[in-house]
Nanobody
Framework: VQLQASGGGLVQTGGSLRLSCAAS????????MGWFRQAPGKEHKFVAA????????RYAESVEGRFTISRDNAKNTLYLQMNRLKPEDTAVYYC????????????WGQGTQVTVSS
């Protein structure tokens, strides 16, 4: 499956953004999906994931209660609603298919830059 994230931008602290991830290739609905982010000079870190059938979700502690992951299997699209953004949320955000332990199983593809100003 090929993945392309979009929707990033520059926002002030406390603002909101909605990221999208368009999937093509293999059937999107076959995969649990996740969002990851990479701050400058750091490794990719898990942000959120959603299962493919029961739509159960999991969040990193740092974003719990502020971010919401969702998916539309009919549109082959994954979303991340980000509210109450903080400067520490600044990173390039990527989507990926994930396994049962929320580890990425696809290449990163194109990410989208999120910058939160203080």
């Amino acid at each position: 499956v090929q993945l392309q994230a979009s929707g990033g931008g520059l926002v002030q602290t406390g603002g909101s953004l909605r990221l999208s991830c368009a999937a093509s290739g293999r059937t999107f609905s076959n995969y649990a999906m996740g969002w990851f982010r990479q701050a400058p000079g750091k490794e990719h870190k898990f942000v959120a994931a959603i299962r493919r059938i029961d739509l159960n979700t999991r969040y990193a502690e740092s974003v719990e209660g502020r971010f919401t992951i969702s998916r539309d299997n009919a549109k082959n699209t994954l979303y991340l609603q980000m509210n109450r953004l903080k400067p520490e949320d600044t990173a390039v955000y990527y989507c990926a298919a994930v396994d049962n332990w929320y580890r990425p199983v696809t290449s990163w593809g194109q990410g989208t830059q999120v910058t939160v100003s203080s």
